[in-house]
């Protein structure tokens, strides 16, 4: 059975979790690109495209392949009339953008628990949501299946925590500003629940810290910015 069309939403919502999940901006262009060429594209393509080197094209595309997002095949560029050597074309899947985790809009859902966590006093009801992002962040982590690697390091953790927050819809990445490490989310997928409820932030600390706990250890969480308050983008503060 074939996948629905996503929404123009969806479909940037999907992107910018596929891509961030690599933590590099010029990929998620490159996806575009290549989404919008249907007869795919080659390395020396992109490289033209985005003034890359060709071996920096290359590996972005073959990242994207990698991670099941673009299908190789080998061939000549419509029109070409069979001159030249064959190269290797990068194509994505079609029409709909397949997510490992599909992305879901459970409004109602989420409106329900905003509601339900504002007839609590504020501190309550951020301890409960925050403690349900713990438990969730750490079923996050025992599907990755490495949890318990004592051997992974802080900031590894770090970034394997940002690549499940991307897939889950949050667009996130690492950065690390002089001492501080941070996790930064550029979307948030409880949309204007969030807005009305900023309680709910608290379970995107939860998860981060659930995540970093089973992958590495103890490990601290506090919320520097959000964009249910207003700022641009979500920020926790983590600390190991």
């Known amino acids: 059975m074939a996948a629905s069309p996503l ?15 690599f933590g590099d901006p010029t990929r998620r262009e490159i996806y575009l690109f290549a989404h919008g060429r249907p007869e795919g ?8 495209r985005f003034d890359l080197h060709p071996n920096v094209a290359r590996h972005h595309l ?3 392949a990698s991670g099941g997002h673009l299908e190789v095949s080998t061939g000549r560029a419509p029109g070409t009339g069979g001159a030249g050597r064959p190269s290797k074309r990068y194509r994505t899947h ?4 397949e997510l490992d985790l599909p992305v879901r809009h459970d409004d109602v859902l989420v409106t329900l628990l905003g509601r339900a ?3 609590l006093p504020k501190a309550q009801a951020e301890a409960m949501a925050e403690e349900v992002g713990v438990e969730y962040g ?13 051997q992974r390091s802080f900031r590894t953790a770090l970034h394997a925590v940002a690549d499940a927050l991307s897939a889950h819809g ?5 950065e690390q500003h002089g001492d501080e490490l941070l996790i930064v989310s550029d979307h948030c997928p409880f949309g204007d629940a969030a807005i009305e409820h900023p309680v709910i932030c608290a379970v995107d600390r939860g998860m981060v810290r659930g995540m970093l706990e089973a992958l590495y250890g103890e490990t601290t969480a506090s919320t520097e910015s959000s964009r ?5 983008v979500c920020v926790t503060n983590v600390g190991g």
């Open 228 to 232: 249910a308050t207003g700022d641009a």
């Open 94 to 97: 079609g029409e709909a953008v």
């Open 117 to 119: 966590l504002a007839m």
């Open 41 to 48: 594209v080659t390395a020396s393509e992109v490289a033209e």
């Open 62 to 64: 073959d990242k994207l």
């Open 138 to 150: 750490r079923t996050m982590a025992g599907a990755m299946g490495e949890a318990g690697d004592v």
């Open 170 to 174: 949050f667009a996130a990445h690492a």
């Open 7 to 21: 929404s123009p939403t969806e479909f940037s919502s999907a992107v910018t979790a596929i891509t961030a999940a």
